[in-house]
């Protein structure tokens, strides 16, 4: 079971290698990319709503986040995961993240599927 979700893990990260990190020319940060779609991805997809959630998912998930990134630095603020997402070319992680989802639904693949925001919401 574990190597299924190491495998599975690898190629969510395979999928956004080519998402460039734009923090990559100063050289300076605390936290890999990778980590923070890994944890982002998932706690949204865990019902997430905003980056304090992220991050606050990520601190009561890290160990099992580290059966597949070492997250040697613990789970990074909402600022830093605010921070960052702003910065990433949107198209491009929009790219990798049809490319990964056409993967795990390839019969939905070119479909548009409508989500009411008031619904999530309860409104």
Known sequence: ????????GD?????????DDPRKPSGRFQYPLQELLLTALC?????????VDVSEWG????EWLRRFLPF???????????????MLDS??????FRGWMTQL???????????????????
Do not use: Y
């Open 91 to 96: 198209a491009r992680f929009e790219d990798c």
């Open 105 to 123: 639904c390839p019969n939905l693949a070119q479909q548009h599927i409508a989500i009411d925001g008031k619904t999530l919401r309860g409104s």
């Open 43 to 51: 706690a949204i997809s865990a019902g997430a709503e905003d980056w």
């Open 59 to 62: 601190e009561f998930k890290l």
């Open 11 to 19: 190629e969510l990260m395979r999928r956004f290698e080519d998402l």
């Open 72 to 86: 040697e630095q613990g789970i990074a603020s909402h600022d830093t995961f605010s921070r960052v997402f702003a």
């Open 1 to 8: 079971m574990a190597s299924d979700l190491t495998a599975a």
